[in-house]
Structures are given as C-alpha cells and as structure tokens.
C-alpha cells in the first residue's frame, strides 16, 4: 500500500536502508539489532527479574499464612 500524498522516489535513503531491513527480517535473514533494541531487552529482562525477587518470595508468605496449621 503507498500513501498518494508523497510522490514516488520521495523517501530518504534511512527509509530505504530501513525497509530493505525489515523486508530481510520477514524473509528469514538474521539483521542487526540496533543499541536501542539492546538497551529495551536488557531492561526489560532486568524488570522481569526484579518483579521475580519481589513477587516470588511474597506469594510463599501468603501461601505459608493462608493454610495456616491442619
């Protein structure tokens, strides 16, 4: 789908680094990922453990007092 508002041959040359980039992605070819995509993996992988060492030790204690003694 192309947008009539912008003429053909109009693109920069990062759009068409960018789509031949994304079209090598969809073929299979491995592309690099940029620091920006690091910077989001590495953060998100640090928040997942983070919320594992807060959530994970809170939901023993409330399994250790909502069963109480038999």
Known sequence: MTDPAVPPGSHKASDQREHELRQAAIRGESTPV??????????RAA???GLLLI???LHYLYRTLAY???
Do not use: H, N
């Open 47 to 49: 928040a997942l453990v």
């Open 55 to 57: 959530l994970l030790p």
């Open 34 to 43: 940029t620091w920006a995509g690091w910077l989001r993996l590495c953060l």
């Open 68 to 70: 109480g003694s038999p």
